[in-house]
């Protein structure tokens, strides 16, 4: 079993910069990858970015340049800077864990990111 908690979020101006943070506990040997999710009101749940345990990252193209993942294996921590915020980029941001199955994922609770004009 994974628990993820998830902070950083809150209200940002366009062009601001906001750093998300998800802290994982509990089995986590069995990871193999985290990253995040986003999801606006009446909207679809969409990727954001990932990175494995060997590092390997991949963006969503309407991130990329903006957003940078990154972890620390010794705090079991993910964290997503998100630079040059757009008011399109408000949504509840999920950190998400990828386990040994399709069946051993994980969810965060989500954190508000809301990016003012």
């Known amino acids: 079993q994974v628990q993820l908690v998830e902070s950083g979020g809150g209200l940002v101006q366009a062009g601001g910069s906001l750093r998300l943070s998800c802290a994982a506990s509990?089995?986590?040997?069995?990871?193999?990858?985290m990253g995040w999710y986003r999801q606006a009101p009446g909207k679809q749940r969409e990727l954001v970015a990932y990175?494995?345990?060997?590092?390997?990252?991949n963006y969503a193209d309407f991130v990329k340049g903006r957003f940078t993942i990154s972890r620390d294996n010794a705090k079991n921590t993910v964290y997503l800077q998100m630079n040059s915020l757009k008011p399109e980029d408000t949504a509840v941001y999920y950190c998400?864990?990828?386990?040994?199955?399709?069946?051993?994922?994980?969810w965060g609770q989500g954190t508000q990111v809301t990016v003012s004009s």
């Open positions: 998400k864990a990828w386990g040994r199955t399709p069946r051993d994922n994980y």
């Open positions: 509990g089995s986590v040997f069995s990871i193999n990858a």
């Open positions: 990175i494995t345990n060997g590092g390997t990252t």
